[in-house]
């Protein structure tokens, strides 16, 4: 090694052997000092040596030789969520995310495009991650997770809609939020009512569960339930409320908040009166439903929260025996506002 | 082996012996075969029984082994930013996430909590990996990207709103959204203007740059800047427009669009006319601004897309001699609508 620190191009990496050799120590106590071992006693100059020769030579330990050797890692994988992710969601996952960093783990997204269900457990096994938490419809099986434990996950977490066997699973039944909304506006006197689907792709795990919760609320209650396709942007949302009167309904389930403030004011702007001629309920109970006018009814959803999923993570990893259990991940209530 | 392959608990992790053992084959076949290894030719039925015994024992192979064997990694890692982001930076970080998978690269977050600087660039060192993007002001230092590449990361990228030296950057002036929204209410003859500070911790690294870039624009006009400091809450927001008349503004530049509607509301309850009385200015450029009544004029940002971004990280990877460079990682422009 005859290359000064300052050079950047066309150098090796280098190595444990040129920190042993720059220290004059072998290439284990190399190891044991900068992998911080504490069972072993090395003096202090020594510790100081190697410790700049490291410096001095940029060297750092390799994590995925330290985890071969430990046998495991602090890994956790996230399987990514491809979906376009509402503000709901995307506050729970930072916060699982912070929690998990808190507890001292890392956190890998790792992919599984083009590879499904047991192709991708294989996929996300070969990293060895000391958990993996599933995060929606990724095609876990049972196969799955018994491919995932034998190589040495100890905690196999899923939320979704379904229980998956061997997995600690959070069921999170999005057809409550439809019935929820629905049982409201039926509550209300309405029994002809829209439920908006929206158009952008991924969303479907969500809608689809939800509009047969409204068709179920609805049939039970003796009123007719329309589907409404909607795009987020402005110009199918005022063709939709052009159209309104024509469709002979009295209520609408928009999805969410978002899409409940898009066709609000479309209607509004056709002179829709908001809620005589037309009920509107939303869905997240977002701030931005108490800043209409009138104020926007909705149905609250109450998620499981980041750290307590990322403290059952970490409990499961500790004490692997813990019999997998199937958990609420949320609850759901519809909040009368002023639109209904 | 005596265990069956549905056991699940206190049982080893099974080895690439077990497999070798089991197929008959030596433990290099069963490399060459589960890791694809297409320069050594081996027999179909002898690829057939060692895939059958992985299958039967559970056995995958393990990713670290092989990044330290190949030298290198597919691992991106993604210092995760801890900031509150917006819906804007929501997707460009959704983006650039699914680009680099598209790209087969493996994105990791790892946290550096607690860690500051080049602490925490040699902690993501440990890690080995081939690219490293740093979202914002991580306290990435000239000599953490050269421990980096030392450690073999052959692209370093930040975003943020400094250079780096020896790092590919792209420079992000948050001082020109600020600048455009006070140049365009100056245009519109307001010489009093409000800007909003929102309170949620972590958005000052975007807050005061804003700031400060529309002091200095008002600065050159001869206006004046009121710093309003709010939090994103409805009461907060109606406690400012009740005094807002006392406060001698004719404009407020409202830091983002979900803050515009939030205050908007607060003005329009006290009966404060948009824009005659106050005009407003947000930015972002949602749809919801193009909601509102009247219409929200704002800033307009054009991002660099998450693609583009991933594009890059991949080129220089895989020619590492490009000379860093530094790119803009955004522009702006006032649009003007109906509340100014």
Redesign the interface.
């Given at each position: 090694m005859s290359q000064t620190?300052?050079q950047?191009?066309d150098?090796s990496?280098?190595t444990s052997a040129d920190v042993a050799r720059l220290a004059g120590v072998s290439r284990a106590t190399v190891s044991y000092v900068l992998n911080n071992t504490a069972s072993v006693r090395i003096s202090e100059p020594t510790r100081r040596r190697v410790r700049e020769a490291a410096e001095e030579?940029?060297?750092?330990?390799?994590?995925?030789?330290?985890?071969?050797r430990a046998?495991h890692?602090r890994m956790v994988v996230l399987p990514?969520a491809?979906l376009?992710?509402g503000?709901l969601y995307?506050r729970f996952l930072?916060e699982l995310?912070?929690a998990l960093?808190?507890l001292d783990y890392?956190?890998?997204?790792?992919?599984s495009?083009g590879l499904d269900g047991d192709e991708a457990a294989?996929s996300w096994?070969?990293?060895?991650p000391v958990a993996v938490v599933a995060l929606g419809e990724v095609g876990l099986t049972p196969h799955g997770v018994?491919?995932l434990?034998?190589?040495?996950a100890r905690a196999v977490v899923t939320l979704g809609s379904r229980r998956v066997a061997?997995a600690h699973c959070f069921v999170m039944d999005q057809r409550e939020v439809g019935a929820r909304a629905v049982a409201h506006l039926v509550e209300r006197g309405r029994r002809a009512i829209g439920v908006v689907m929206p158009q952008e792709s991924g969303l479907e795990r969500f809608s689809e569960p939800r509009i047969e919760g409204a068709r179920r609320a609805a049939a039970a209650a003796g009123a007719r339930i329309e589907a409404l396709p909607l795009p987020?942007?402005?110009e199918p949302a005022a063709a939709l409320a052009a159209r309104w009167r024509g469709l002979g309904l009295d209520a609408v389930f928009t999805y969410n908040d978002d899409y409940a403030?898009?066709l609000m004011?479309a209607l509004q702007d056709e002179g829709i009166t908001i809620p005589a001629e037309t009920a509107v309920i939303g869905a997240d109970d977002l701030?931005?439903g108490?800043?209409q006018?009138p104020r926007l009814s909705t149905v609250h959803i109450d998620l499981v929260t980041g750290r307590k999923l990322a403290e059952l993570v970490d409990r499961v990893v500790r004490e692997p025996?813990e019999e997998p259990a199937v958990h609420d991940l949320m609850g759901a209530r519809a909040v009368h506002r002023d639109s209904t």
């Open positions: 620190p300052k950047t191009a150098r990496v280098p030579l940029g060297y750092v330990p390799h994590a995925a030789a330290r985890s071969l046998g890692t990514p491809t376009p992710a503000p995307g930072a995310q912070s960093r808190r890392t956190v890998v997204h790792y992919g495009l294989r096994a070969e990293l060895r018994d491919v434990k034998r190589s040495g061997g987020y942007e402005e403030v898009l004011r701030l931005l108490r800043l006018r025996g």
